[in-house]
Every structure is written in structure tokens, then in C-alpha cells.
């Protein structure tokens, strides 16, 4: 999922973002960050796909202008990334 996929544009440009946060649930997975991860290689471990790197760290409040992990944190898993399309459809048509 692109993340500027639900963002409104016009003449090219992006007018907003939405603002998404990712609230905790019972389905969510936690994990205990290792030497060496980040936040694209997990995203493709769990969600398939290393550009939705951004949703771990929007749910995590990481990642700002790094994708590394410091290691021995838990990381939430916000799952499954479905309910987190769904969601930021429903946003973007003002829902």
C-alpha cells in the first residue's frame, strides 16, 4: 500500500494528508527488535511489501528520516494491513 496513495492531489500536487493512526487490537503481533532490523525488511516480512514500511512506524512513532530500529524494543505489528486499507479508504472519501 502506497502511502500517499489516499492523499487528495490536484495540478500534481498533494493538497493533504491524512492524518491515520493505528489503534491498538487484539490481532495486532509484537515482536522484539533484533541487531539489524528495519523498518522496510520487517514490512516485507509481515506485510509482503517494503514500502508499507511507513504504517510500523506511524504505529510505533519511528522512523523520522531513518528506517533503522534501535534493537531490544517491542515493535507493535499493526494486523492484518486489510482493516488498514479499509480505514484509510473510508478517510480519504471523508467517512
Do not use: C, H
Amino acid at each position: 500500500m502506497n502511502r500517499y496513495l489516499f492523499n487528495r492531489i490536484s495540478d500534481n500536487k498533494y493538497l493533504t494528508s491524512i492524518s491515520t493512526t493505528f489503534p491498538q487490537s487484539l490481532t495486532d503481533k509484537y515482536i522484539i527488535v533484533r541487531d539489524g532490523d528495519r523498518l522496510d525488511t520487517l514490512a516485507k516480512e509481515f506485510y509482503d511489501n517494503e514500502n508499507d514500511w511507513w504504517i510500523l512506524a506511524t504505529a510505533n512513532n519511528l522512523g523520522k528520516g531513518n528506517l533503522n530500529i534501535p534493537p531490544g524494543i517491542q515493535l507493535r505489528i499493526p494486523f492484518p494491513i486489510v482493516r488498514l486499507k479499509d480505514k484509510l479508504q473510508s478517510a480519504a472519501r471523508g467517512e
